[in-house]
C-alpha cells in the first residue's frame, strides 16, 4: 500500500511538472513574442517621434534664427570693411566688438588656428589639428568670400551648444567668425531637442539615452560641462556611428550585462531639410534598456512557481482522494478480506520481487493447514469457523513480525514466507506456531479443541529455483506432516531423507 501510494503521488507529482513546465515554457514564448513585438513598435514611435521633433526643431531654427544670420552677415561685412582699413588686429578692441552687437568675435588665420578671440576658451584652438575636415571646410570658406552660417553646432571647446557665422578676407589670409551662445537665445528654448528629447526618456522606461552627434562627431549636450565626443567612445561605438554617417542607414549593436540586462545602442542618421552647412547632416544616438521585458519575465517566473505550488498541492489532495476511492479496491486486491493477511496474488508478486535478491538472502516457505477445521463448520457452525480463520491469522503475524509476511491461500490453508532463512531459524518459527496454537486449547472457546495444525517448510536451494519448484517441496513436507499424525511440522530435508532410506 505504502509503494502504491508513493508511486501514485509520484505520478502524479510528475503530470503536475510536466503540465506546469509546458504551460510556463509555452506562456513565456508567448510573452516573449509580445514584447519584443511591443519593444519594436514602441523603437518605431520612438525613434519617428525623435527624427520628426529634430525636423521641427531644425525648421523653427531655419524659419526664427534669419535675423540672427542677418545680423552675423551684416557684422561680419563690417568686420570685413575694417579690416580693409585697419589690418592690425592688435590694435583692435574686440571686447568693444562683443558688446556692441553681443557675439563672441573669432579670427582665423591660414592654419585655420584662432588668433584673436573674445571667447577665451578658443584662443590658440587648431582646427587643422583637431578637426582635420572641419578645417578644409574652414579653407574652402576663407577662399571662397562669401557668408556662411551653419545651424546648431557646438563649441569645439567646451560642447556648448552654439550657431557660428563665416565670411572670408578679401586677401583669403583670414576667416572672421561669429557665434551667438543659443541659450541666450528665446526661441532655442522654446524649440530645444535636447529638452524634448530627455521628455521622451522620461515617457519610455526602455528608452535610456538620446543623443545628438553633429557632422565632426561631436554629442549636441547642453547638460555636460565638457565637450564630449565620437572619439573618446569605444571601439564598437565609433564603428557603428561611423558606418551610420557613411551608408546613411539606421546600424546598432547590443551589450550583455549581469543577470539578463541587455544595452542595444542605436544610430539613426538625420538630414536636415534645408542645407545648414555643418549641421546638415546629423547622427541620433539612441540606447536602450530591456527592464521591461525583465520585469515581465520576473513576473512570469513568480507565476510559475506559484502554479508549481498549486500543482503540488493539488497533486497530494487528489492522491488524497484516490486513495480514498480506491483504498477499498486496493485492500481487496491485496489482502484477504477475511483475515487481513495478504491473499495469494499478492503472495505471487510479493515473491518475484523477493526471488530477485536472492543473492542477498536466502528465503523460506512455510505451509501450514488447519487440522480438522471441517468439524468446527459442521459442529459450531460457519461463524465460528471464520473466528477460527480470523484467530489463525493474527497468531502467524504475531509469530512472523516484521521477518517474513503471512499469506491465506484459501480455505484453512496459510502460508509463512521468511525473507532471510536457514533450517534452525525455520525450525523455531515453527516450534512457536505450534506451542501459541496448543495453547488455544485451554481457552474457554471449544472450537480448539477439535483443531490443531499441520506445517511444512523449505529453503531455497539455488539460485535458479523458482518459486513453484519451491511451493511443491514445502507442500511435499506439508503432506508429510499430515500423515505422521499432524500437529506437527516437517522439513523438506525430512521428506528427501525418508525417500532415500526407503530407496
Same mark, same amino acid.
Given at each position: 500500500m505504502k509503494k502504491l501510494r508513493f508511486k501514485l503521488l509520484l505520478s502524479l507529482v510528475i503530470f503536475a511538472l510536466i503540465l506546469v513546465a509546458v504551460m510556463s515554457y509555452v506562456n513565456r514564448q508567448m510573452l516573449l513574442i509580445d514584447i519584443q513585438a511591443q519593444e519594436a513598435t514602441n523603437k518605431t514611435l520612438i525613434e519617428d517621434h525623435i527624427l520628426n521633433d529634430m525636423q521641427t526643431v531644425d525648421n523653427a531654427h531655419f524659419y526664427f534664427d534669419k535675423n540672427i544670420s542677418d545680423q552675423m552677415e551684416l557684422e561680419l561685412n563690417a568686420l570685413v570693411s575694417y579690416y580693409e582699413k585697419n589690418s592690425d588686429f592688435a590694435t583692435w578692441?574686440?571686447?568693444?566688438? #562683443?558688446? #556692441?552687437?553681443?557675439?563672441?568675435?573669432?579670427?582665423?588665420?591660414?592654419?585655420?588656428?584662432?588668433?584673436?578671440?573674445?571667447?577665451?576658451?578658443?584662443?590658440?584652438? /587648431?582646427? %587643422?589639428? +583637431? +578637426?582635420?575636415?572641419?578645417?578644409?571646410?574652414?579653407?574652402?570658406?576663407?577662399? %571662397?568670400?562669401?557668408?556662411?552660417?551653419?545651424? *546648431? !553646432?557646438? /563649441?569645439?571647446?567646451?560642447?556648448?551648444?552654439?550657431?557660428?557665422?563665416?565670411?572670408?578676407?578679401?586677401? @583669403?589670409?583670414?576667416?572672421?567668425?561669429? %557665434?551667438?551662445?543659443?541659450?541666450?537665445?528665446?526661441?532655442?528654448?522654446?524649440?530645444?531637442?535636447?529638452?524634448?528629447?530627455?521628455?521622451?526618456?522620461? #515617457?519610455?522606461?526602455?528608452?535610456?539615452?538620446?543623443? $545628438?552627434?553633429?557632422?565632426?562627431?561631436?554629442?549636441?549636450d547642453d547638460s555636460q560641462k565638457t565637450r564630449i565626443v565620437v572619439s573618446d567612445q569605444s571601439e564598437l561605438f565609433q564603428k557603428h556611428y561611423k558606418k551610420a554617417k557613411k551608408t546613411m542607414e539606421p546600424t546598432e549593436y547590443k551589450k550583455q550585462l549581469e543577470n539578463g540586462y541587455v544595452e542595444t545602442v542605436r544610430f539613426l542618421p538625420y538630414e536636415a531639410e534645408t542645407i545648414r552647412g555643418e549641421s546638415t547632416n546629423r547622427i541620433v544616438y539612441v540606447k536602450y534598456g530591456n527592464l521591461s521585458e525583465l520585469a515581465a519575465? %520576473?513576473?512570469?517566473?513568480?507565476?510559475?512557481?506559484?502554479?508549481?505550488?498549486?500543482?503540488?498541492?493539488?497533486?497530494? *489532495?487528489?492522491?488524497?482522494?484516490? *486513495? @480514498?476511492?480506491?483504498?477499498?479496491t486496493i485492500n481487496l486486491a491485496t489482502y484477504d478480506a477475511l $483475515?487481513?493477511?495478504?491473499?495469494?496474488?499478492?503472495?505471487?508478486?510479493?515473491?518475484? /520481487?523477493?526471488?530477485?535478491?536472492?543473492?542477498?538472502?536466502?528465503?523460506?516457505?512455510?505451509?501450514?493447514?488447519?487440522?480438522?477445521? #471441517?468439524?468446527?463448520?459442521?459442529?459450531?457452525?460457519?461463524?465460528?469457523?471464520?473466528?477460527?480463520? *480470523?484467530? $489463525?491469522?493474527?497468531?502467524?503475524? @504475531?509469530?512472523?513480525?516484521?521477518?517474513?509476511?503471512?499469506?491465506?491461500?484459501?480455505? !484453512?490453508?496459510?502460508?509463512?514466507?521468511?525473507? !532471510?532463512?536457514?533450517?534452525?531459524?525455520?525450525?523455531?518459527?515453527?516450534?512457536?506456531?505450534?506451542?501459541?496454537?496448543?495453547?488455544l486449547k485451554y481457552t474457554d472457546t471449544k472450537s480448539w479443541d477439535v483443531l490443531s495444525v499441520s506445517m511444512g517448510g523449505a529453503i531455497y536451494e539455488n539460485m535458479v529455483e523458482s518459486e513453484m519448484s519451491l511451493f511443491v517441496r514445502a507442500d511435499q513436507a506439508l503432506y508429510r506432516s499430515k500423515n505422521a499424525g499432524k500437529d506437527q511440522f516437517s522439513s523438506y530435508d525430512e521428506v528427501a531423507a525418508a525417500k532415500d532410506n526407503t530407496q
Open positions: 578692441d574686440l571686447q568693444q566688438m #562683443k558688446k #556692441k552687437h553681443g557675439m563672441d568675435v573669432y579670427i582665423l588665420d591660414q592654419t585655420n588656428t584662432v588668433v584673436y578671440t573674445t571667447f577665451a576658451e578658443d584662443k590658440g584652438l /587648431s582646427f %587643422s589639428q +583637431c +578637426c582635420k575636415n572641419f578645417s578644409n571646410l574652414l579653407d574652402e570658406r576663407r577662399e %571662397s568670400g562669401d557668408f556662411y552660417t551653419d545651424g *546648431i !553646432d557646438v /563649441s569645439t571647446t567646451t560642447g556648448a551648444i552654439r550657431k557660428f557665422g563665416y565670411l572670408g578676407t578679401p586677401d @583669403q589670409k583670414y576667416l572672421f567668425e561669429l %557665434s551667438v551662445n543659443l541659450n541666450d537665445v528665446p526661441v532655442f528654448h522654446t524649440f530645444n531637442f535636447v529638452k524634448t528629447a530627455n521628455s521622451l526618456v522620461e #515617457k519610455y522606461s526602455d528608452l535610456l539615452e538620446v543623443k $545628438t552627434i553633429t557632422a565632426g562627431g561631436v554629442f549636441l519575465l %520576473s513576473k512570469n517566473t513568480k507565476q510559475f512557481w506559484l502554479l508549481l505550488v498549486i500543482a503540488m498541492l493539488t497533486s497530494f *489532495i487528489l492522491l488524497l482522494v484516490i *486513495i @480514498q476511492l480506491l483504498s477499498k $483475515t487481513g493477511v495478504y491473499n495469494r496474488a499478492t503472495y505471487i508478486s510479493k515473491m518475484e /520481487s523477493l526471488l530477485k535478491k536472492r543473492k542477498e538472502n536466502t528465503p523460506g516457505l512455510l505451509l501450514i493447514d488447519l487440522d480438522n477445521f #471441517k468439524q468446527v463448520n459442521d459442529q459450531f457452525g460457519h461463524a465460528e469457523g471464520d473466528k477460527v480463520l *480470523i484467530e $489463525t491469522g493474527r497468531l502467524l503475524n @504475531q509469530a512472523v513480525k516484521n521477518e517474513g509476511f503471512v499469506v491465506r491461500l484459501g480455505g !484453512d490453508e496459510f502460508a509463512i514466507v521468511l525473507y !532471510d532463512t536457514d533450517d534452525h531459524e525455520i525450525q523455531r518459527f515453527a516450534n512457536t506456531i505450534l506451542q501459541n496454537f496448543r495453547s
